[in-house]
C-alpha cells in the first residue's frame, strides 16, 4: 500500500533504465559539444541530480491517475447508495464495477481492495478508510469530499446528493482542465522541439561541415563558446519549462 502518493519511489528496473538512458543522452549530448570521451563521461554523471525531478513527474503523473480513477469511483458510489447500499456495501461494489474498467496494478483498484479487505474481514469503519485514503492520496479534490462525507455522516446529511454533487463538480473540474492542457500541450511540444534544434543543427555540422566548425573544438577559445552555448541551451530549456508550467 502506497503510504504517501505526494512521494513516488523508483523500482530497481525504473533506476536502471532511467541511469541507463539518462547517462547515454547526456554523454552523448557532452560529445557533440566537446568531442572528448574523458568530459562527456564525467558529464554523463549528472543524471544523479535529474533523480529528484523525474521522481516529482512521476509522482505528480500518479496522483493525477488516481484523481481520475476517483472520480470514477464516485460514480459507482453514487449509484451504489442511489440504490439504498451502505457506504461499506457501496465500496466493496465499487471494487467489483471498477475491476472492468482497471487492472489490479492501477492505483484506485489497489485502494479499493485494501479497503474492501479491511471492510469485510477486519470491520473496520468506513469513515476511517476514507480519511486515510484522503490523507495518503494528498490530493485536494478526495481530501474535500472526505470531509464533506465525514461531516455529512456525523450531521445526517442527504448521501445521495452530496456524493453526486461531489462527481458533477469534480467532472467540471475536470473538463476545464482538460481545455487548458490541449492549449498549453501545443505551445510546450513546439517549445521542447525548438530547444532540441541546437544540438541537430550542431549533429549537421559535425556531419557535413566539420571543418568549418573544427576550431570550435581544437582551441581553448572554441571551448569556451561551447561551454557557454552548452549552458544557455540548458538554461533556456529550463526557463521554457518553468514557464509553460502552468498550475491547474
Do not use: W
Amino acid at each position: 500500500m502506497i503510504k504517501d502518493y505526494s512521494v513516488y519511489e523508483l523500482s530497481d528496473k525504473e533506476k536502471i533504465l532511467f541511469y541507463l538512458v539518462g547517462y547515454i543522452c547526456i554523454f552523448s549530448a557532452s560529445y557533440l559539444f566537446y568531442h572528448s570521451l574523458i568530459i562527456s563521461a564525467i558529464a554523463g554523471v549528472a543524471v544523479h541530480f535529474a533523480v529528484p525531478y523525474i521522481k516529482k513527474y512521476l509522482a505528480v503523473k500518479r496522483m493525477d491517475t488516481l484523481r481520475m480513477q476517483f472520480k470514477d469511483m464516485l460514480y459507482s458510489l453514487s449509484a451504489s447508495v442511489a440504490a439504498g447500499r451502505q457506504m461499506e456495501e457501496a465500496i466493496v461494489e465499487a471494487e467489483e464495477n471498477l475491476s472492468v474498467m482497471y487492472g489490479e496494478k492501477e492505483p484506485i483498484m489497489k485502494e479499493l481492495k485494501y479497503m474492501k479487505i479491511n471492510i469485510t474481514e477486519n470491520k473496520e469503519s468506513d469513515k476511517l478508510l476514507l480519511k486515510d485514503f484522503a490523507c495518503r492520496s494528498k490530493i485536494g479534490d478526495i481530501e474535500c469530499f472526505v470531509q464533506v462525507y465525514i461531516t455529512c455522516r456525523n450531521m445526517g446529511g442527504d448521501l445521495e446528493k452530496i456524493i453526486g454533487h461531489t462527481t458533477e463538480i469534480l467532472t467540471d473540474k475536470m473538463s476545464i482542465e482538460r481545455e487548458i492542457r490541449a492549449i498549453t500541450s501545443q505551445k510546450k511540444t513546439e517549445g521542447r522541439i525548438i530547444s532540441m534544434m541546437p544540438l541537430v543543427m550542431l549533429l549537421m555540422l559535425n556531419i557535413f561541415s566539420y571543418s568549418y566548425i573544427e576550431p570550435l573544438y581544437s582551441t581553448f577559445a572554441g571551448r569556451l563558446i561551447m561551454s557557454g552555448a552548452l549552458a544557455a541551451m540548458v538554461f533556456g530549456i529550463y526557463l521554457m519549462e518553468k514557464i509553460s508550467d502552468i498550475e491547474i
